[in-house]
């Protein structure tokens, strides 16, 4: 299936941290022609690069929410004034959010590895690496369960399949208090506005990394009980739909 | 100004900000979600003013000038702090309370200039740069401070307190340095601007 063009660029930077084993002997040595030909990046002489450090050093590690809000908060308004209206805005907050998903993606396959099976046991049963998705619902279900936690340390609310027969290709994950909108408050005329574009860009990262062409879009649906309630509605693309269908026939889970 | 309030608290200052962590573990998030945030703020800022670094760093400080202005508040609140008696407190409390409340590290003050107005932060750790490396373009090591933020932070939350500092990074790890060391400048104290009283 071919990565789409969005991707396709990214993939080779994000694979950079994420290499263990034999591929990063040869990450080093490439590293260390590039540093013969050419100038290429200064490294600490302590050596203290992204290289040197584990990956899962920070991985329960807890910062203050109050950093994110600021940061958060800081980012929208620089968005605000660069665009022309609340979609625009969106569409930019969804675009940050973007390349972040291809990058988890990647983290959450190297991290359900290392810790499901050993080094040693994986790679013996070597022909079933990192069982990325791929059916939709299993990928929906990284995004709900794995993905959230990682991201807001609980999974989403609620995962749903469009009932109307017109749109099968449109699926519902629903965080009723989504943290990235606890500290935003939108004026008056931008009440549609809602911030979690940033991680509906995110979760289209997943999926886009993944191989599933998708649109992804973040809406308000307040109830009393939940003000801030967001749906994230997911539309695959029709290519998507027809590989699910052959893919269903096959018998592949 | 004078400094009618002594700093009322008894503590050191490395005591608050641990009985902070320890007291307000609901108010956290997952540090990699803050650090790839700030990731994309930086990517996005770098295509916006087409990878001109200089125009970034000066973004980032805005951006972190902002910030501050509002988190000084937070900081406040949070750590119950009083009044500092001189700079040199000052310093200790951004680096022991501060760092520590918001980004849970401790960076160390040294440098001091002889009149006690100038002094670096060296950061150990700096949640910001994590999994960070910088574009090799053959500029970005040279031009860009990723992490500038941090310094229009400190610049906007210390005007608030009525203290005009200057603040800039003089070295950082992602550049190839050995350390990543921020200078502070207390420029001036700022005095109250009172209405002009009738005579």
Redesign the interface.
């Known amino acids: 299936m071919a990565a789409p063009p969005r991707h396709a660029t990214m993939q080779s930077i994000s694979n950079?941290?994420i290499v263990p084993g034999t591929d990063r002997q040869q990450t080093q040595q490439t590293q260390a022609q590039l540093s013969q030909q050419s100038?290429?990046?200064?490294?600490?002489?302590?050596r203290?690069?992204?290289y040197d450090r584990h990956l899962n050093r920070?991985?329960n590690?807890?910062?203050?929410?109050?950093?994110?809000a600021?940061?958060?908060?800081?980012?929208v308004?620089?968005?605000q004034r660069?665009v022309t209206g609340i979609q625009d805005l969106e569409k930019r907050l969804n675009e940050?959010?973007y390349?972040?998903g291809l990058?988890?993606l990647d983290l959450l396959f190297y991290r359900s590895t290392s810790t499901s099976s050993s080094a040693l046991s994986s790679s013996s049963t070597s022909s079933s690496p990192p069982n990325r998705p791929l059916r939709i619902i299993t990928l929906l279900h990284l995004i709900h369960g794995p993905l959230w936690r990682?991201?807001?340390?609980r999974a989403a609310d609620a995962l749903e399949h469009s009932v109307s027969p017109d749109t099968p290709n449109e699926y519902m994950i629903t965080d009723n208090d989504p943290?990235v909108n606890t500290y935003i408050s939108a004026p008056r005329d931008m009440s549609m506005l809602n911030c979690a574009a940033y991680v509906a860009g995110i979760i289209e990262g997943v999926c886009d990394g993944c191989g599933f062409e998708t649109k992804v879009s973040a809406h308000n649906q307040p109830t009393e009980l939940w003000p801030s309630r967001t749906v994230f509605l997911v539309r695959f693309g029709d290519p998507v739909m027809e590989r699910e269908k052959v893919l269903e026939r096959a018998g592949v889970k | 100004m004078t400094n009618g309030f002594r700093c009322i608290s008894v503590l050191e200052p490395e005591l608050i900000g641990f009985l902070h962590m320890r007291r307000?573990?609901v108010?956290?998030?997952?540090?990699?979600?803050?650090?790839?945030?700030?990731?994309?703020?930086v990517?996005?800022l770098c295509q916006?003013y087409d990878s001109n670094y200089q125009d970034v760093n000066k973004?980032l400080d805005k951006?972190g000038y902002?910030?501050g202005m509002?988190?000084i508040e937070?900081f406040l609140a949070k750590s119950g702090v009083g009044r500092c008696a001189n700079f040199r407190e000052t310093a200790d409390m951004i680096a022991k309370v501060g760092f520590k409340?918001?980004?849970?590290v401790t960076p160390t003050v040294t440098n001091w200039t002889s009149d006690n107005t100038q002094f670096s932060l060296i950061f150990e750790e700096n949640?910001l740069a994590?999994?960070?490396?910088?574009p090799?373009d053959?500029r970005a090591?040279d031009e860009l401070w990723f992490s500038n933020i941090l310094c229009g932070v400190l610049r906007g939350s210390l005007e608030m307190v009525q203290m005009q500092i200057e603040a800039h990074f003089v070295s950082d790890?992602l550049?190839?340095?050995?350390t990543t060391e921020m200078r502070v400048s207390l420029v001036r104290y700022i005095e109250d601007e009172m209405p002009p009283e009738e005579e």
Not at chain 1, 39 to 45: E, H, I, N
Not at chain 1, 70 to 75: D, R, Y
Not at chain 1, 150 to 153: D, K, P, T
Not at chain 2, 130 to 134: G, I, K, M, R
């Open positions: 950079g941290g100038p290429g990046l200064r490294v600490p002489s302590n203290k690069t992204i920070s991985r590690t807890e910062l203050s929410r109050a950093s994110f600021f940061l958060f908060g800081e980012m308004t620089y968005a660069r940050q959010g390349p972040l990058r988890l990682l991201l807001f340390g943290m | 307000t573990r108010d956290k998030v997952n540090a990699e979600l803050v650090t790839l945030t700030y990731g994309t703020i990517a996005q916006d973004q951006m902002n910030i509002r988190l937070d409340i918001f980004l849970n949640p994590d999994f960070v490396e910088l090799d053959g090591q790890v550049r190839g340095d050995d």
